[in-house]
Antibody
Framework: EVHLVQSGTEVKKPGESLKISCKASGYSFTSYWLGWVRQMPGKGLEWMGFIYPDDSDTRYSPSFQGQVTISADKSNRTAYLQWSSLKASDTAMYYC???????????????WGQGTMVTVSS | DIQMTQSPSSLSASVGDRVTITCRASQGISNYLAWYQQKPGKVPKLLIYAASTLQSGVPSRFSGSGSETDFTLTISSLQPEDVATYYCQKYSNAPFTFGPGTKVDVK
């Protein structure tokens, strides 16, 4: 069975760094695009970007370009979302999600992780 | 970037009612359009992709239509378990923007 299991809740201070993870199982990790979606408290879904783990080809939304880094480790079947300096406005639920079709970049998100809640507060 | 809008932003309907949600793209996106359902406190779930293809396991009361700039999600007979926020998403080119969402309640 296909699963995406995300790392747990994080509480950080402004200015701190953070790397959250999304571990895949049950499918060929390198053959599907995997993305990240932000949901701020009480708000809608925002597409942040995605990565093709086989060659680490990565695309970002202009809204998130330079603000976060998406990466993947093929050996661990894990994708990551990281910040170098968190802000209070980064407080949100972050979901990883896998595309529906093998290798297909223009695709919907079929499989979702359970979400990682990140709270940034002094 | 292509902008996505949805209407209405919220609606309340009775069990058994036919419900229609509209999604509009600021430029043509062919049929690269998905619909998701997010129940309160839950993870989003893919309902429809390629504008009109029902995802496996999704009840047949859900349907999608449209192309290029105008799309609709229809629930043919609203059920209590359909209380959720519904989002469209375009994936014709990056960024794969989501619409702002439509919150559906049952009267």
């Amino acid at each position: 069975e296909v699963h995406l299991v995300q790392s747990g809740t994080e509480v950080k201070k402004p200015g701190e760094s953070l790397k959250i993870s999304c571990k895949a199982s049950g499918y060929s990790f390198t053959s599907y695009w995997l993305g990240w979606v932000r949901q701020m408290p009480g708000k809608g879904l925002e597409w942040m970007g995605f990565i093709y783990p086989d060659d680490s080809d990565t695309r970002y939304s202009p809204s998130f370009q330079g603000q976060v880094t998406i990466s993947a480790d093929k050996s661990n079947r894990t994708a990551y979302l990281q910040w170098s300096s968190l802000k209070a406005s980064d407080t949100a639920m972050y979901y990883c999600a896998r595309h529906k079709e093998w290798e297909y970049v223009y695709d919907a998100f079929e499989i979702w992780g359970q979400g990682t809640m990140v709270t940034v507060s002094s | 970037d292509i902008q996505m809008t949805q209407s209405p932003s919220s609606l309340s309907a009775s069990v058994g009612d036919r419900v229609t949600i509209t999604c509009r793209a600021s430029q043509g996106i062919s049929n690269y359009l998905a619909w998701y359902q997010q129940k309160p406190g839950k993870v989003p779930k893919l309902l429809i992709y390629a504008a009109s293809t029902l995802q496996s396991g999704v009840p047949s009361r859900f349907s999608g239509s449209g192309s290029e700039t105008d799309f609709t999600l229809t629930i043919s007979s609203l059920q209590p378990e359909d209380v959720a926020t519904y989002y469209c998403q375009k994936y014709s080119n990056a960024p794969f923007t989501f619409g702002p969402g439509t919150k559906v309640d049952v009267k």
